[in-house]
């Protein structure tokens, strides 16, 4: 089969590379005429002895563009934009491989990240460089669009799902090379603000001004750590022998199995909550199946719709507290059960995390009570040093 040469011609103070690429679109293939920048013009001008030196001095770069185009005359089925791609292959597979909370979180990223400036170049044909300045862009666009740039680990999760997707792309045969995001450095971004926990005070308020059955959602959310999905997903089969076992979670009407394995772990139900969910049975009808919250048409509550109706009009209207999302109830746990001198690997068995640095790392908050008390300390370890009869006071001795 004869492979293209291309052409190259000098148009607005540039040598361009004109050349024939087939892609599919669609599940059908199309020919289109493509047409890339080079270099420069320079003071050699445009004859045809230069362009002939301009194609040996940018042969590397002819054939990179050259190359995929003449693979897809044998192959066109592989030959893709990188949103064809995308759209076609790789969200499928993330839908069919992966749970349904990680298929809304890629597909929001892609929509609202990358697409718009990835989503028309040739995937054969991306390079390291281009990668690097899709995250550059990526981190000064949304800073223009939304006032203030994303986070340092937003972006780190952006190009870990650009990884994921060239990754893939190789995989079936659509990307030969190395995956083009190796070697790239993610954007320093905006500061992520720290995360929140709610301490026993916000949940109580928050319990106290809100109508049912918020009230024992916000209860339940707080005195079990359980995640929103599995929220969403428990049944009242679920709920016996004085614990919880999770054993699905639920996103967008999507049932998944628990997140991992250390997730089917039972969750103890304090007397305290136990007191609240019998008073909800009651108020329901005393159900011995199906969900634990259930809409008016008896299917699974949506906890946002909850949120959105109930808590935050509540909650605004009170000034009780202020809403730091769901997984803050899991981190209060956590964090309240730490201040009460319980150890982490019990934390860690509580929120059913395979590895305790998660539990200490993402987790346990230090309350403002916390370090008042360790300035406390360091306090009355410079008064006794101070003391009469003391010797003279040596910072080294403060631990």
Not at 19 to 40: D, M
Not at 316 to 338: E, M, P
Request: aromatic fraction near 6%; glycine fraction near 8%.
């Amino acid at each position: 089969m004869r492979q293209q040469s291309g052409s190259l011609y000098p148009r607005h103070g540039w040598w361009n590379l004109r050349f024939r690429q087939t892609i599919s679109n669609g599940g059908t293939t199309e020919t289109q005429h493509k047409a890339v920048r080079l270099c420069p013009v320079d003071e050699r001008g445009t004859s045809k002895r230069v362009k002939a030196l301009v194609m040996k001095e940018q042969a590397d770069e002819i054939k990179r563009w050259l190359e995929p185009a003449n693979i897809a005359k044998k192959s066109p089925e592989t030959i893709r934009t990188v949103a064809g791609f995308v759209t076609d292959v790789y969200l499928p597979f993330v839908q069919l491989h992966k749970r349904a909370s990680t298929l809304k979180g890629y597909t929001d990223m892609w929509e609202d990240h990358v697409s718009r400036v990835a989503g028309d170049a040739l995937l054969r044909t991306v390079r390291t460089v281009d990668v690097q300045k899709w995250l550059e862009q990526i981190a000064s666009q949304d800073k223009t669009k939304k006032g203030s740039a994303l986070s340092h680990e937003s972006l780190k999760h952006i190009k870990s799902l650009i990884s994921g997707i060239f990754a893939h792309a190789k995989r079936q045969g659509f990307y030969d090379g190395a995956n083009p995001c190796q070697n790239t450095a993610v954007p320093k971004g905006a500061e992520g603000n720290d995360t929140h926990a709610y301490s026993l005070d916000e949940v109580r308020r928050m319990i106290m001004v809100c109508p049912e059955p918020a009230a024992t959602i916000i209860a339940f959310a707080a005195f079990t750590g359980t995640r929103r999905s599995e929220i969403q997903g428990l049944r009242w089969e679920d709920y016996r022998d004085g614990g919880i076992y999770v054993s699905r979670s639920l996103v967008d009407g999507v049932e998944n199995g628990p997140k991992t394995k250390a997730s089917c772990a039972p969750i103890p139900v304090i007397p305290y909550l136990a007191r609240i969910l019998e008073t909800h049975r009651l108020r329901v009808g005393s159900p011995t199946t199906g969900p634990i919250f259930a809409a008016t048409n008896k299917k699974p509550v949506s906890l946002n719709n909850v949120l959105g109706r109930v808590i935050m009009p509540a909650i605004k209207r009170d000034g009780v507290a202020q809403w730091h999302g769901w997984h803050a109830f899991r981190r209060g746990l956590a964090t309240n059960l730490h201040d009460l001198g319980v150890d982490d690997k019990t934390i860690q068995a509580i929120l059913r995390h395979s590895d305790v640095s998660v539990t200490q790392k993402c987790y346990v908050k230090t309350l403002p009570k916390q370090t008042v008390a360790a300035m406390q300390m360091l306090e009355s370890a410079l008064c006794a040093d101070c003391a009469p009869g003391a010797a003279v006071f040596d910072p080294k001795r403060v631990n």
